[in-house]
């Protein structure tokens, strides 16, 4: 919304939320307070708001008066009731079409943006029709599909310029309204027009074909390592293939983020529902590796320590699920640091984003001091954790250093500085690979890259 504020400086944006301290977080005065850190975003909001751009929480106002609403509300996978696990939880977006219905007047467009299953247009449309019928008419609705192919980190260049803008929906006036708002800066061949169903359906389908690209890497880097090949070396050599293409061949620990795992289940839930085991297994499987590459991780991090990790200090590089992000969700380093703790390790956590508080709470064990850990917990205790300022000091006395994330940082640590501070012999576990394996190796650690045989 920001930056369609940005790029539309003749559209009032008004976004709203319930939650005030996310609002006034939004408006705060200090750009670098904003509530979700994405590169770029700061000098967007800096740029809009208090012209075209507004934070409130006066929902029914906003909806009153709007020509357009964007529905932007989480739709997380059900941890509950039927389809628990897979199925998403329409809750909000059910909540959100009431509230519309409710407030709106004269004719509103309602896009979808939130990630949906096929067919939730349908329960949004019975429920703004109902609002239609009881008002005879004087509030009028249209529904579009427009999902959003962002990538967290390279968000504002990606809206920016965007591969394509995605519009489905049923009402060609409606269409063309949304599509004249990113006509102000897409190019009209990169606005694609298409049913409901197909754009619904879409959004899921790119998620899930980028995602199987990450598992399909990630299931031949482990074969890298079986055999000797070099996964780098096999991305390449298919990336160039123009039908295949270099992109996200990245072998690392998994994937995460809000979308893939999520959009996945939703596929695998939507196949069962119609009946289609083969497909529903087929999409499943890509999380199944994906889990599989995680778990195997944290083997492999136990067993190159003669078996066992109790006691002993790991200093785990990267927590969020990507760089440039402070986002968690579905990281790949929760499942691994859990994993380690389980096996009662002391992990020295650091992230240059991540505050402790999130991690706590994705681990859902609360940090020790960094006292507590120097005086250690008996061997066969209970695993621990501490929120650590630097590489340096996470590496402090470690037996090992596991790289999760792929920060920048990260790519230019001076191995000697870190060793020196380690117990010997010492690991570098990289599963991202964005150490220099020449540099880390010249200071004596044993170093495993992800994909390396
Ligand atoms: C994704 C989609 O890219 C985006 O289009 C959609 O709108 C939302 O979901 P995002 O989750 O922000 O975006 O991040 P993305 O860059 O796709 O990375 C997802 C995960 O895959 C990360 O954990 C990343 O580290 C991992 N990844 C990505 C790899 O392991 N290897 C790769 O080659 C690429």
Known sequence: MAVIADRCPDIKVTVVDLNEERISAWNHHDLSCLPVYEPGLDAVVGRA??????????????????DMIFLSVNTPTKTRGVGAGQASDLRWIEASARQVAAAANGHTIVVEKSTLPVRTAEAVKAILAAAQGD???????SVLSNPEFLAEGTAIA????????????????????????????????????????????SKLTANAFLAQRISSI???????????????????????????????????????????????????????HYGLEEAASYWESVVTLNTWQQQRIARLVVNSLFGTVSGKRIAVLGF?????????????????????????????????????GQMARDLEKAPVTPDQARMGIPLGGEGTWTHEASPLEAARGADAVLILTEWKDYRQLDWQALHAVMRRPAWLFDARAVADPVAARASGLNVWRVGEG
Do not use: M
């Open 218 to 272: 990630n299931a031949i880097a482990s074969l890298c390592e079986a055999t000797g090949a070099d996964v780098r070396e096999v991305a390449r050599a298919i990336g160039t293939d123009s039908r295949i293409g270099p992109k996200f061949l990245q072998a690392g620990p998994g994937y995460g983020g809000s979308c893939f795992q999520k959009d996945i289940l939703n596929l695998v839930y939507l196949c069962r």
């Open 49 to 66: 708001r208090s012209r075209n751009l507004h934070f409130t929480t006066e929902v029914n106002q906003a909806i009153a008066e709007a």
């Open 135 to 141: 008002t005879g008419g004087s509030k009028t609705f």
């Open 320 to 356: 969020a699920f990507k760089a440039d992000t402070n986002d968690t969700r579905e990281a790949p380093a929760i499942r691994i640091c859990r994993d380690l703790i389980e096996e009662g390790a002391q992990l020295a956590i650091v992230d240059p984003k991540v505050e402790a």
């Open 158 to 201: 990606d809206l920016e310029s965007p591969d394509r803008v995605l519009i489905g929906g049923e009402d060609a006036a409606a269409i063309e309204a949304l599509a004249a708002v990113y006509g102000h800066w897409v190019p009209a061949e990169r606005i694609l027009r298409t049913n409901l169903w197909s754009s619904e359906l």
